[in-house]
């Protein structure tokens, strides 16, 4: 996401425009789409019609050719000089028409209308084709004809007479370049073109005629797939084509099979002129698209400085109000949104200026209660001990006194009264002085555990990086002696990294690894395991034995200041009060999970390193 409102506000228009700009481009690529199967629908139209007229021209030839074969066959008296009269008249009927030659059923011409008697056509294809089949054939383009040296299509044509036996056929011999003519495609537009290909892919014609040698007339078929696919499946293609013949250009072409003869009509058009139109309002529409959309980026430009230039001038006089200095401006030309900003800022800034002053006298405030509050809990603390140890003194003079008293009633004998002080000597008098002993020891206890916490609260917090590995490394000799004693199994697991106060966190492990040794149940060895954890932000740690276990109503008690789950275990019940608080103190936790009889595990987690 770009981060200047210049930027952003650019992108917006982006993200506009680009949606638009995809509609055009997509309403021209379904307009080209379109035209372009339009153009191959009428391409085939064009070829099938191409081929239509081409077989009724060669049908119309074949009926002529049949005509005057059974005229010369029903002649009175036969003559060569008659048979070409009527070979002559009708060629001259047909447009396109070289000559008609009468062939007997060996091949070899009787008659001819331009003198060719007497040479054979056996050899040829379309003679073969015809006397097998005794009906009609068309042969392929030939290379010469057999009176001019240019490419020339013959058909032949099987006349029988009534009774069914074959006297011969007519060889028509028909010149390609007058074929476009005698089919109507002489009027074809320039930029169509119309082409008929044999069943072996060479050109017979074209139209507008092509200029053509005859290596380029049955090479074409090499470059020509439409038409390789047209004579080996039959069916009607289309698609585009590269006719490197014509003017190397693509055009949209489609060719259509004549199956009658076996050959191939195909249609073609300029690509780039059928497009034309189209082309022409796609640059039209881009010139003005991209017209729109460079007036859009320097309109978002200038209105874009009536946003970024107030801000950024604010930016740079807030850094001036965070030092006390407020500078009011009004910003005509920005929005009012800007405006607004503007004024409460300045307004927060005067609040922020007004309430520093105020947070600084109440911290100076607050640090001299902090610390006349540490004095007063120090003093106490101290004043208190005092009392607490001449009450201790006192009632041990108190209770020599009673001895050496005593030892003086029973100096004077022991009467009934005399038993009865001994009595109180003996058993009332020492059971209080105990129990004012332990009290006044418990008051002691307590102003210690009260003047640590005050201490823990009130410590400053130095976090760095910390290797717990070593840290608890260093910690493990304090407890060797308590380890040894108990018979406890203690292992450290790898322990990652963390940011924490060392020395606090060192005392948070010596509270959890206390308490775990103290809790361990006298039934079983005891086992105690040391591991962690690193996850992604923070790193977890966790002190878990097999010992008593805590039940689940008092795992939340556990650490409330001077709660002992049993009273008859050593420590003043602050230990695990303390861990908690210097742990929430780092932005951690600390929290068990226990089973009564089974053991706890204390979990403790800290930022990670």
Request: net charge neutral; aromatic share 8%.
């Amino acid at each position: 996401m770009p981060e200047g409102i210049r930027q952003r506000l650019f992108l917006l228009i982006t993200l506009v425009l680009v949606p638009l700009v995809l509609l055009l481009a997509w309403i021209y690529y379904q307009s080209f789409y379109v035209r372009r199967d339009t153009e191959f629908r009428t391409q085939l139209e064009n070829a099938e019609f191409v081929a239509a007229n081409l077989k009724t021209y060669v049908e119309s030839i074949h009926k002529q050719s049949f005509i005057t074969g059974q005229a010369i066959i029903n002649m009175d008296v036969y003559t060569r000089e008659k048979a070409e009269n009527l070979l002559v008249k009708a060629t001259d009927q047909y447009e396109g028409i070289r000559n008609m030659s009468w062939v007997s059923v060996d091949g070899t011409v009787l008659a001819s209308s331009v003198g060719l008697a007497g040479e054979s056509l056996s050899y040829r294809s379309y003679f073969q084709k015809a006397i097998k089949s005794r009906n009609w054939a068309v042969g392929d383009l030939t290379q010469t004809g057999t009176v001019t040296l240019t490419p020339t299509v013959a058909l032949a044509t099987a006349i029988e007479d009534n009774q069914g036996f074959l006297r011969g056929l007519v060889v028509t011999a028909i010149e390609p370049r007058l074929m476009s003519e005698a089919i109507s495609v002489k009027n074809a537009t320039p930029d169509t073109i119309y082409v008929v290909f044999d069943s072996k892919g060479v050109v017979v014609f074209s139209c507008p005629e092509i200029p053509m040698n005859w290596a380029q007339r049955t090479g074409w078929i090499k470059g020509d797939r439409l038409l390789r696919e047209t004579l080996r499946t039959n069916q009607s293609q289309m698609g585009p084509t590269w006719l490197d013949l014509i003017d190397e250009e693509d055009r949209l072409s489609a060719r259509a099979p004549i199956p009658e003869l076996g050959w191939v009509a195909g249609a073609g058009r300029s690509a780039r002129l059928v497009f034309h139109l189209i082309w022409r309002n796609l640059l039209w529409d881009s010139i003005v698209a991209a017209c729109v959309i460079a007036a859009a980026f320097a309109l978002a430009y200038l209105f874009s400085r009536t946003i970024s230039v107030p801000i950024l001038r604010l930016q740079a006089e807030t850094l001036k109000m965070g030092h006390g200095q407020i500078i009011r401006r009004t910003e005509p030309y920005a929005p009012y949104e800007v405006q607004n900003l503007r004024e409460q800022i300045e307004a927060l800034a005067g609040n922020l200026i007004t309430r520093a002053g105020q947070l600084a006298d109440a911290t100076n405030d607050l640090k001299a209660k902090n610390a006349e509050l540490e004095s007063i809990i120090s003093i106490t603390s101290h004043d208190l001990k005092s009392p607490v140890v001449n009450i201790m003194g006192f009632s041990g003079e108190l209770a020599r006194s009673l001895g050496a008293l005593k030892n003086r009633l029973m100096e004077h004998g022991g009467d009934c009264q005399t038993s009865d002080i001994m009595a109180v000597l003996d058993t009332e008098i020492p059971e209080e002085m105990d129990f004012i002993r332990k009290n006044t020891r418990s008051i002691d206890q307590m102003l210690q555990s009260l003047a640590k916490v005050v201490h823990v609260v009130l410590s400053e917090i130095r976090p760095t990086r910390v290797k717990v590995s070593e840290l608890i490394a260093s910690l493990l000799p304090q407890f060797s002696e308590s380890i040894h004693r108990a018979g406890v199994d203690l292992r450290v697991e790898p322990l990652p990294d963390c940011h924490a106060d060392p020395v606090l966190l060192k005392e948070i492990f010596f509270n959890l690894i206390e308490n775990a040794i103290l809790c361990l149940d006298p039934k079983r060895p005891g086992k105690i395991v040391i591991g962690g954890s690193v996850g992604d932000t923070q790193a977890v740690y966790f002190v878990k034995d097999n010992g008593r276990g805590i039940a689940p109503g008092h795992q939340e008690n556990i650490f409330k200041l001077f709660h002992k789950l049993d009273v008859s275990l050593e420590g003043e019940g602050i230990g695990l009060t303390v861990s908690k608080r210097l742990i929430e103190r780092q932005s951690g936790n600390l929290w068990v999970q226990s089973q009564l009889g089974e053991g706890s595990t204390f979990f403790l987690a800290l930022p990670k390193a």
